[in-house]
């Protein structure tokens, strides 16, 4: 009966009441605003691009201040990431910002594996958000958020073409994060050479099906301007963190003997359409288009991966609880099999080795019983030539008793003539 009436009052139409008076909840989006700024925000930056090619300076130059740099060597084994947060304040509103630098990127001869070290961080940043939103205990709102949500792809001024690094990476990354490519050290590039060479880019993405991130173009309030700046993309930039007079006023520039390149000054380079899209215009959508389409991809795979479905086989909703309890069968049933496999397998390998040591005590019997054998042979032997022995030396006693006797009798008989003779004389 309740649910009866459940029904029938959601198919209902809602009406439409106007108020007697103020209530007060139009002031929701101002509480909106004040929990968030009270809570503060995060933002963090990849800063993909070869080693020199001007990622520190161009950081530094946007937020107008001075990070801590460590200039990187060309002999670097692998690329790796190295993040950095800082706590920045502007007017009453905290930014966690951490900027991600890739070491090393671009100094390997060979470059096949030069993406992974990146892919890896952008999923690892992921998969860490995916575990605390996991947890029973969450603290997502406290929780620092690393997951990347721009990443600044710097391409060398050459003048040519993207190069296959270029290309590779930015395909790589392009699921993962959003990506916005800019054109390094732009005062290095003539004109028309840079007019040319962002149409040649830009044809390379799309050719090469490399989705880059277009700035939203559906908020009204920021249509024209987001449309306008996504056909400027890419933004070529030029960083400095060297102050320059200029009329009266110091500005951030670049000297050189033939004049002064303004980073602010929009008939120089992209600089200032760069800092307005990614930190005044986009941040926002920046971060909101990381949770709502790179982190749901992630998490959807890796759901999937893990089991987990919306629908089953019917088309009929899944719980959680149903494929939790199926993935738990699958698995102990999958335990139990290798439990029994391992138990089949360690009887196996006992009757092996049982059979083995058989065999061995076996082989020593016979070995012993062969060696018994040859002692009491040998044993016969040594009694018989000790009998030989004795009875040699027995006839030997007797042949030297007999011829002792000789000899005596012999000596006896010689000492009885000379007397004989005397007597015979005297007659
Ligand atoms: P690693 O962190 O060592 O990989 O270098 P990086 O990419 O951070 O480059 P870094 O900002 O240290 O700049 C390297 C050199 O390029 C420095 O001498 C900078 O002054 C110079 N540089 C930076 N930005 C620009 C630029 O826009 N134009 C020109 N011409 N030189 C620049
Ligand atoms: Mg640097």
Redesign the pocket.
Known sequence: MAATDIDKSSNEEKRNLSLGGHVGFDSLPDQLVSKSVAQGFCFNILCV??????????MNTLFNTTFE????SHYQNGVYLRPKTYDLQESNVHLKLTIV?T?GFGDQINKEQSYKPIVDYIDTQFENYLQEELKIKRALFNCHDTRIHICLY?IAPTGHSLKSLDLVTMKKLDSKVNIIPII?????ISKSELHKFKIKIMSELVSNGVQIYQFPTDDEAVTEINASMNAHLPFA????TEEVKVGNKLVRA?QYPWGVVQVENESHCDFVKLREMLIRVNMEDLREQTHARHYELYRRCKLEEMGFKDTDPDSQPFSLQETYEAKRKEFMGDLQHKEEEMRQMFVNKVKETEAELKEKERELHDKFEQLKRMHQEEKRKVEEKRRDLEEEMNAFNRRKVAAETLQAQSLQAASQQPLKKDKDKKK
Do not use: C, I, P, Q
Not at 50 to 56: A, C, F, M, R
Not at 184 to 188: E, F, G, R, S
Not at 237 to 240: I, L, N, R, T
């Open positions: 691009g070869e080693t020199g090619v001007g990622k520190s300076t161009l740099n460590e200039e990187a630098d070491v710097f390094a050290k732009a005062d290095t930039v030029v960083g400095s670049r």
